[in-house]
């Protein structure tokens, strides 16, 4: 995965920051987990240019080191300069940034900027996205309840029923939400 020629700077960032304990914990795994991108790497979000520049590591769950099905606990990897666009799943996330800053932004809240150490939860079916700077993202991510449904990018330029494919057994639960908070 292009995404992780980054994984070292990403490291070494937060080794040198706040959260150096954490970073210095991924390290040694490094060589053991099996980096993806989750999404479809065609259609009309850039798909293949995200695959190169978005990696995800799953450390436990069903493609974990350590296998669970309740709880899925991975990494997030992302280059500097990329967008990670609105996306939305049912499963309950909560991201620790371990390295590098980005603005994140979910719902209808105001984006912010998030550095090392700060910690962000989504509930399940919100829209959410993130940016990143200068710097690779490193973060730890974990997801609860419905771990079989996957994530679905969202098309901004499009009614909510039009803007992401219906892989999701939940879809109709993502789509009322945001058709409750203002999206069609």
Known sequence: MPACDHLDAAVALGQAGSTGDLASAVAPLAGQLQWTYSYPTDGGQDGADLARRIAFSQIVGRKGLVANADLHIG???????????????????????VAGSATWQAGGAAATRQRPGAVIFHPGNVPHAMTTDDEPLLAIWTWRGDLASPSVYL?????????????????NRVAAYLAEHGRK
């Open 75 to 97: 990494l997030t990897l992302m280059a500097p300069h990329t967008a990670y666009p609105p996306h939305a799943h049912p499963a309950v996330e909560v991201y620790l940034v």
């Open 155 to 171: 098309d901004p330029e499009k009614p909510v029923a039009e803007s992401a494919p219906r892989r999701s057994a939940n879809w």
